[in-house]
C-alpha cells in the first residue's frame, strides 16, 4: 500500500482558501487519492477523491500533479466548521473492495 | 437513512471482562470495516469484510481480538480478556463497491478498560 506524508499542522485565516499537500511518491498507477477528515471524536467524513485529474465537488478541489507523485486538497473559502483533521489516502481496488490506510494527517485550524 | 449504528457507544469495564461492541452496517453495503483510535497510534485498520467474508485481519493487534460478520447487516468485534491498552475509539465503517468507494463511518464506540 503506498503511503502518504502530510504536514502535522496549518492554521489557515478565515474566508480565505485552505491548502492543504500530501505526498504520495509511491502510488502505483490504479490507486486513487481520497481525502477524509474528522472533526473532533466523530467518525471521519469523505471530502473526494480522484485518479489523475482534478475533481471540484461543493466541499473541496483536488489537484493531482501530473506525476501523480503528490496532491493538494483546496477548501475555498475556509470557515471555522472546517477545523478538523484531514486525512489523505491512496487506496486500490482489491479482493472486491477499497482497503483504506489513514495515516497521521495533518491538523487544521480556522482562525476567526 | 439511517447511518452506520454502533452500539454501545461508551463501555467502562474492568481488565480480564470480555468485551464486545457491535455494528450495523449501512442497508445494501457490501464492505464492512473495524478501525482503532488512539492519541498514539491514531487510527488503525483491524480488520475488514466483503460480502460477510474477513479480506484482511493483519491489523487485528493480539489473539485476545475476534470480529465476526455473521450476515450483511451485523458485526460484531469481541476483545476477550480486555486489558487497559485496549482502551481506545472503536469505528466501524460500511462501504458499496460503486465508482467512489466512499467509507462511511459509525459515531464510535469508546472504550475503557479500567
Known amino acids: 500500500d503506498a503511503k502518504t506524508t502530510q504536514p502535522p499542522s496549518m492554521d489557515c485565516a478565515e474566508g480565505r482558501a485552505a491548502n492543504l499537500p500530501c505526498n504520495h511518491s509511491?502510488?502505483?498507477?490504479?490507486?486513487?487519492v481520497y481525502w477524509y477528515r474528522q472533526i473532533h471524536s466523530q467518525g471521519p467524513q469523505y471530502i473526494i477523491h480522484g485518479l489523475k485529474n482534478n475533481e471540484t465537488n461543493e466541499m473541496a478541489s483536488l489537484i493531482i500533479t501530473e506525476d501523480r507523485k503528490s496532491s493538494t486538497l483546496i477548501l475555498p473559502h475556509a470557515t471555522l466548521r472546517d477545523t478538523a483533521v484531514y486525512y489523505c489516502i491512496v487506496s486500490v481496488f482489491t479482493s472486491g473492495t477499497y482497503k483504506y490506510i489513514f495515516g497521521t494527517g495533518t491538523r487544521l485550524k480556522v482562525l476567526a | 437513512d439511517a447511518g452506520v449504528i454502533q452500539s454501545p457507544r461508551h463501555e467502562v469495564t474492568e481488565m480480564g471482562q470480555e468485551v464486545t461492541l457491535r455494528c450495523k452496517p449501512i442497508?445494501?453495503?457490501?464492505?464492512l470495516f473495524w478501525y482503532r483510535q488512539t492519541m498514539m497510534r491514531g487510527l488503525e485498520l483491524l480488520i475488514y469484510f466483503n460480502n460477510n467474508v474477513p479480506i484482511d485481519d493483519s491489523g487485528m493487534p493480539e489473539d485476545r481480538f475476534s470480529a465476526k460478520m455473521p450476515n450483511a447487516s451485523f458485526s460484531t468485534l469481541k476483545i476477550q480478556p480486555s486489558e487497559p491498552r485496549d482502551s481506545a475509539v472503536y469505528f466501524c465503517?460500511?462501504?458499496?463497491?460503486?465508482?467512489?468507494?466512499?467509507?462511511?463511518f459509525g459515531e464510535g464506540s469508546r472504550l475503557t478498560v479500567l
Open positions: 509511491t502510488i502505483s498507477g490504479n490507486e486513487y
Open positions: 442497508s445494501g453495503h457490501n464492505s
Open positions: 465503517a460500511s462501504s458499496f463497491f460503486s465508482n467512489t468507494g466512499e467509507l462511511f
